[in-house]
Structure formats: C-alpha cells, structure tokens
T-cell receptor, first 111, second 113 residues
Framework: GQSLEQPSEVTAVEGAIVQINCTYQTSGFYGLSWYQQHDGGAPTFLSYNALDGLEETGRFSSFLSRSDSYGYLLLQELQMKDSASYFC????????????FGIGTKLQVIP | NAGVTQTPKFRILKIGQSMTLQCTQDMNHNYMYWYRQDPGMGLKLIYYSVGAGITDKGEVPNGYNVSRSTTEDFPLRLELAAPSQTSVYFCATGREGSGNTIYFGEGSWLTVV
C-alpha cells in the first residue's frame, strides 16, 4: 500500500519562510507533487519532483530525497493569501497512473 | 477552454436515493479521477480511468460506480445514498507525460440526509 505523512497544521508569520514536510511509503515510487487548496476551492498544482533535488517556482520550492522517502515544500516571503491547505501526492510507477494524496497541512499566515 | 466541468455544484439527497455526478473535460486527457474530500481531511481516490472503456477502483469505491464511454465524460453514480457519503466530490484529469499534474474541477458538494 501507500502512505504519506505531513503535519496537520503550521502557523507562520507574514514575510517569513515556512517548510512543510512530507514522508511517504510506497512501492514503485515515480514522483512527488504538491497542491494548494484554499477553503472552499479546488486543489491546484504547485510543483512536481521526479528526481532528487530542489525545484524552484517563484516563491515556492519543492525538494525530494528518494533515498529518504522524503520531500518538502518551501514557501518564501509568505503572504496572507498563502493561507491554505497544502497536499503532497505520490504517483506510483507502472502501467496505470494512480495518484495518492496526503491528508494535507493547513497553513495559517499571521500578520 | 472550460477545463474540467462538474455538475451539480450542490445537491441534497435523501437516504436511499440515487444520483449521478457528471464530469466532462475538454483537455483531451486520458486519465480521469474521482476523489472525495471529507471536512478537514485529505483527498481519497474513489475510482479512476486511464482511457475510454477502462476504469479501476481507488481507495474507497464502495457505494459508487463509474463508466467511461468517451474520453470526455466520467460520471460517478451513487446508489442507495448513505449519510457517510456526505462529502465534497472532485473530478480530475491528467495525461501521460505530465508527471503528477492533475487538474481538478470545482467540486460538487453533496449532503445526504
């Protein structure tokens, strides 16, 4: 089976940096991605890592270590609009694409 | 380009009733998914499809059925609705070669009373 673990809640100050961790257990790992979901909205794609290392997209960066089955999402220069839930998701390799999501981390940005 | 369109957006069902959540996409993606999200929880995969005529169960398929007769449409059928099926349902699509990029519809809020 598959399992993902991430913190349920994180609070950070506007303008600061926050890191949201994700550890996973799965057979046939293919890649790790991150999604953002505002209250009442749909999840939207943020980033994807298939290889070890850091991927940067503007204020957001995502890191993956396949040997440690670990990744994180780094949000810099936090803004109030970044208050949302953040989900990590794993895709397994193989013939069919089945993506499993973590339970999500609710980020609250405070002034 | 509408992307992923779900209907209805809101629905109240009585216990034992049946209904179909509609999902259609215009992105020509081969993969389609149905997820449910309970309040304050993550997304759980109900069913998925890798192309027309091919569907498979996800983590929580009981009480649901799907079909995929065309690339565009992936309806989710709820038979004999139960209060435990009160949730937000998201239809989503993806395509081979896009990594884990999944595109979600706006969601359907379903309450079973």
């Amino acid at each position: 089976g598959q399992s993902l673990e991430q913190p349920s809640e994180v609070t950070a100050v506007e303008g600061a940096i926050v890191q949201i961790n994700c550890t996973y257990q799965t057979s046939g790992f293919y890649g790790l991605s991150w999604y953002q979901q505002h209250d009442g909205g749909a999840p939207t794609f943020l980033s994807y890592n298939a290889l070890d290392g850091l991927e940067e997209t503007g204020r957001f960066s995502s890191f993956l270590s396949r040997s440690d089955s670990y990744g994180y999402l780094l949000l810099q220069e936090l803004q109030m609009k970044d208050s949302a839930s953040y989900f990590c998701a794993v895709r397994r390799s193989g013939g069919y694409q089945k993506v499993t999501f973590g339970i999500g981390t609710k980020l609250q940005v405070i002034p | 380009n509408a992307g992923v369109t779900q209907t209805p957006k809101f629905r109240i069902l009585k216990i034992g009733q049946s209904m179909t959540l509609q999902c259609t996409q215009d992105m020509n993606h081969n993969y389609m998914y149905w997820y449910r999200q309970d309040p304050g929880m993550g997304l759980k995969l109900i069913y998925y499809s890798v192309g027309a005529g091919i569907t498979d169960k996800g983590e929580v398929p009981n009480g649901y059925n799907v079909s995929r007769s065309t690339t565009e449409d992936f309806p989710l059928r709820l038979e004999l609705a139960a209060p435990s099926q009160t949730s937000v349902y998201f239809c989503a699509t993806g395509r081979e070669g896009s990594g884990n990029t999944i595109y979600f519809g706006e969601g359907s809020w379903l309450t079973v009373v």
